[in-house]
């Protein structure tokens, strides 16, 4: 069936696995945001753009070499020689994209760590202009009012400092939710730069998640000041079967091939389950072209899976407001502030959709809102109106150890659906698709 939970044959653990939740989502403390230092990540993005120039001199050192080498120089000396400097000139290309992205991703946490310590640093100093105190838990401490309780005077002042610790915690909310925000996006993309150590070739799969660090790096700027509606890609897929018609096909596959696209009979979907079988019927076509998926369906068949984007949202919105408050608090006038949740894992299963199940299996999906801060009458709180829409991203490959009974065929196994992309016969696609458009009042 498509990607399922597990560890992959190279290693990797697909979506839904403990080893596959994001690390860095945890929250931060006023006295971490204080210590925090966005020039010790310059100075190491720095260091990393050294190493990125000098990959970059050694792949042309090596590029250079191997140029000179292609003529004049045969036997089996030269054949190996020429494999090793391209495999040398792959592993320099990678380095080379890879540490000018940890550069970009630094340079980004930077940026988006002055702006929450900003942030916080306005909070400390309008609390302080009117006695308040931030305190460590992100509270604010008032001062005894002197006075009777009844006293018209003590009463407007209490009132007055109650409004100003509002606009005090909208502060700090917004500096520590956004600093938390950097740290995960930030620290997640430097996980998936780590993972290049790997990577000892740039074959497509590579050539592929080295371009998607690069471009995520180069939109991270965007990503933290919400202003470009980027989604950042998820964690890599898995390598799937391997390389595309690079086996020859026996009898056995085209007769599987035949028997899976004679109506897809010889799957176990039940009637009705025509998003496994239009999902199957297009691996079969060969075509490897992207397929959309609909994502509204998939909310409405999947409960998990509405309640997980909700959950996600609702745990999300109360920063996000936050930070376009005080955005809007800042300037003035109105604020449109784009966000996202981040890639999130989720999986349909049998016992909720055995039609997504079959057509998917596991999946990311993001849900990226739009927090708009309009001004009313005057005096009056400003409207915050949230428009949000969900994505959805999956790659269609097989897993491994899984096997069914197919009419005409017997026992047919995963492994054995895989070679049919191996032979040609077939062809893994990435799928996707987008929720509505949806809006709230906050």
Same mark, same amino acid.
């Given at each position: 069936?498509?990607?399922?939970?597990?560890?992959?044959?190279?290693?990797?653990?697909?979506?839904?696995?403990?080893?596959?939740?994001?690390?860095?989502?945890?929250?931060?403390?006023?006295?971490?945001?204080?210590?925090?230092?966005?020039?010790?990540?310059?100075?190491?993005?720095?260091?990393?753009?050294?190493?990125?120039?000098?990959?970059?001199?050694?792949?042309?050192?090596?590029?250079?070499?191997?140029?000179?080498?292609?003529?004049?120089?045969?036997?089996?000396?030269?054949?190996?020689?020429?494999?090793?400097?391209? *495999?040398?000139?792959?592993?320099?290309?990678?380095?080379?994209?890879?540490?000018?992205?940890?550069?970009?991703?630094?340079?980004?946490?930077?940026?988006?760590?002055?702006?929450?310590?900003?942030?916080?640093?306005?909070?400390?100093?309008?609390?302080?202009?009117?006695?308040?105190?931030?305190?460590?838990?992100?509270?604010?401490?008032?001062?005894?009012?002197?006075?009777?309780?009844?006293?018209?005077?003590?009463?407007?002042?209490?009132?007055?400092?109650?409004?100003?610790?509002?606009?005090?915690?909208?502060? +700090?909310?917004?500096?520590?939710?956004?600093?938390?925000?950097?740290?995960?996006?930030?620290?997640?993309?430097?996980?998936? &730069?780590?993972?290049?150590?790997?990577? *000892?070739?740039?074959?497509?799969?590579?050539?592929?998640?080295?371009?998607?660090?690069?471009?995520?790096?180069?939109?991270?700027?965007?990503?933290?000041?919400?202003?470009?509606?980027?989604?950042?890609?998820?964690?890599?897929?898995?390598?799937?079967?391997?390389?595309?018609?690079?086996?020859?096909?026996?009898?056995?596959?085209?007769?599987?091939?035949?028997?899976?696209?004679?109506?897809?009979?010889?799957?176990?979907?039940?009637?009705?389950?025509?998003?496994?079988?239009?999902?199957?019927?297009?691996?079969?076509?060969?075509?490897?072209?992207?397929?959309?998926?609909?994502?509204?369906?998939?909310?409405?068949? &999947?409960?998990?899976?509405?309640?997980?984007?909700?959950?996600?949202?609702?745990?999300?919105?109360?920063?996000?407001?936050?930070?376009?408050?005080?955005?809007?608090?800042?300037?003035?006038?109105?604020?449109?502030?784009?966000?996202?949740?981040?890639?999130?894992?989720?999986?349909?299963?049998?016992?909720?959709?055995?039609?997504?199940?079959?057509?998917?299996?596991?999946?990311?999906?993001?849900?990226?809102?739009?927090?708009?801060?309009?001004?009313?009458?005057?005096?009056?709180?400003?409207?915050?109106?949230?428009?949000?829409?969900?994505?959805?991203?999956?790659?269609?490959?097989?897993?491994?150890?899984?096997?069914?009974? +197919?009419?005409?065929?017997? &026992?047919?196994?995963?492994?054995?659906?895989?070679?049919?992309?191996?032979?040609?016969?077939?062809?893994?696609?990435?799928?996707?698709?987008?929720?509505?458009?949806?809006?709230?009042?906050?």
């Amino acid at each position: 069936m498509p990607t399922d939970n597990g560890p992959d044959p190279d290693g990797r653990f697909r979506p839904g696995t403990e080893d596959h939740e994001r690390r860095f989502d945890t929250p931060v403390t006023v006295p971490q945001l204080r210590e925090a230092d966005p020039a010790a990540l310059r100075r190491a993005a720095e260091e990393w753009a050294k190493i990125s120039t000098a990959a970059a001199e050694a792949r042309f050192d090596a590029t250079d070499v191997l140029s000179t080498l292609q003529e004049g120089w045969s036997g089996e000396a030269a054949q190996l020689g020429r494999r090793t400097l391209a *495999d040398l000139i792959d592993e320099l290309s990678v380095a080379e994209q890879e540490t000018e992205a940890a550069k970009l991703t630094l340079d980004s946490a930077a940026d988006g760590l002055t702006l929450a310590r900003r942030w916080l640093a306005e909070a400390d100093d309008l609390a302080k202009a009117n006695g308040l105190t931030v305190q460590d838990d992100g509270g604010v401490r008032f001062p005894s009012v002197p006075g009777q309780h009844n006293d018209p005077d003590a009463q407007a002042e209490s009132r007055r400092l109650a409004g100003v610790a509002g606009d005090v915690r909208n502060l +700090v909310t917004a500096a520590l939710t956004y600093a938390a925000d950097v740290s995960d996006t930030a620290g997640n993309e430097l996980d998936r &730069i780590k993972a290049s150590v790997d990577y *000892d070739r740039l074959d497509a799969w590579t050539e592929r998640v080295v371009g998607e660090d690069l471009a995520g790096a180069r939109d991270l700027g965007k990503v933290f000041g919400g202003s470009g509606g980027v989604l950042l890609p998820p964690d890599p897929y898995d390598r799937g079967a391997g390389v595309f018609d690079s086996e020859e096909p026996n009898d056995r596959d085209r007769k599987l091939a035949n028997t899976l696209g004679a109506g897809i009979v010889g799957m176990p979907f039940k009637a009705g389950d025509v998003n496994a079988s239009a999902n199957m019927a297009h691996y079969l076509s060969g075509s490897g072209e992207p397929l959309g998926l609909d994502v509204e369906d998939m909310l409405k068949d &999947i409960p998990d899976f509405q309640e997980s984007v909700n959950t996600t949202l609702d745990g999300n919105l109360p920063g996000w407001q936050a930070q376009a408050l005080a955005e809007y608090n800042r300037t003035g006038k109105p604020v449109a502030l784009v966000k996202d949740t981040g890639w999130q894992p989720m999986s349909a299963t049998e016992g909720s959709s055995s039609d997504w199940y079959y057509a998917v299996g596991s999946f990311h999906y993001n849900t990226q809102a739009k927090i708009e801060v309009r001004p009313t009458a005057p005096g009056a709180p400003p409207e915050v109106t949230v428009t949000y829409q969900t994505h959805v991203r999956d790659r269609y490959n097989w897993d491994h150890g899984k096997q069914t009974y +197919v009419p005409g065929m017997g &026992i047919v196994t995963d492994q054995d659906i895989q070679r049919l992309h191996r032979t040609g016969l077939a062809q893994e696609f990435d799928m996707g698709g987008n929720s509505d458009m949806r809006t709230r009042k906050v």
